[in-house]
């Protein structure tokens, strides 16, 4: 049981994709510029991760080595699709403003990364919660990020205005350049945190 | 049984096509589930559009959309009426020059051909600098806007009227191009469906 819990803790602290492994920054970075949309790319991402490595655990003895890489990619990229046809359907407003990057979500490195590294070696239920923890751990990474630059940037939360009119608003939280700082400052804080806890 | 080393040709391609096959069939199915909510979420944008750039009408310019015919190009209008009358049209803008690439504007106009307000379809222009076209400051400028007195719309830096966005005159000079295209739509509209036989047209039903 402390392995479970070991396997769907490691992808929200010890191996955060965002901050500890540093994969799939450019989708992190790009749909962060509020806590909303930041949500929505978290969450697609997660339904992705479990899908996916549910059922390539579910095939990994029968997936041949030599076409692994394109076996997978269709698996993911058939969850992906799904993602952006449910999206479009039910949730119109967030699929308007995540636009490219949720079909970009099939190139995404930290989807064929748990692939390769860990569904077409492990059991369903490790599998599921590699998936879950590495999902939650990608959607708190985004979900901080984009509380920061939304709150900078815009003054608002969740696209509700919080600061009022009177703010003066930080536009290069919202620009790449923010994404870049506000990652970097979140990173070293992290660091700074884990060093204290080891000594 | 472990396959994983099995690597002749016949079972390679036997376990893809049936990952395709699988695949295929699960997406055309869900597809097919969605396709319903998804018509409705695109009309529901469309009526919030059409609601937000024309003055008030009782038609359903969805159901009355007319096409008319630009220079072999086939433009889709929507005419706004009320008790019959016609009260406004609106028709879709479309420009490459965003910051973000492709916008897409739904403008509405009077019949006189004053400008009564457009809607973004759709645009990746950067939150906070150029998304703000669709903030009512930028927007109040075009409103009221005598298109067929003065079809050029350019920004002030280029000459015109239009105050630019701060920091995002690109995308303020993409929406203006966009909007430069509308002189010749409405032009062919009111040529090809005279508002007079459109009422007349009406009166026969």
Redesign the interface.
Known sequence: MAHAVKEFSKGIVKENPVFRLMLGLCPALATS??ATDAIGMGLSMTFVLVSSNIVISL?????????RI??FI??I??FV??VD??L???M?DLH?SL??FIPLIVVNCIILGRAEAFASKNGLFLSILDGLGMGLGFTLALLSLGIVRELL??GSLFKADLLGPAYP?V?IF??PPGAFITIGLIMGLLNKLENKGGK | ???????SLL??VL??SL??LV?AA??SY??EL?K???A???K??RTRALKAVLPAFDNDPLEDKQEIDLQGRTVVVYPGRKQGKLVGLAFDLSTKQGYGGEIVLLAGFLPDGTVNGYYVL?S?E????GDRMKEDGFKQQFHGWDLLKNPDFKVVKDGGKIQALT?ATITSRAVCDAFNQAHAVFGAYMKQHPPATAENNQEVQ
């Open positions: 510029t509020s095939i990994r003895n029968f997936i041949p080595d030599k076409i394109p076996a269709v698996v990229a058939s699709t799904i046809l449910v479009k359907g039910f119109y308007k636009g490219l940037g815009s608003k536009i919202i620009l | 049984m472990n396959m994983k080393d099995n690597s079972y390679m376990v893809l990952l395709t695949s699960g997406l869900i597809n969605v319903e909510p998804i409705r979420s695109e529901l944008e759709a990746s950067t939150p906070g600098l920091a």
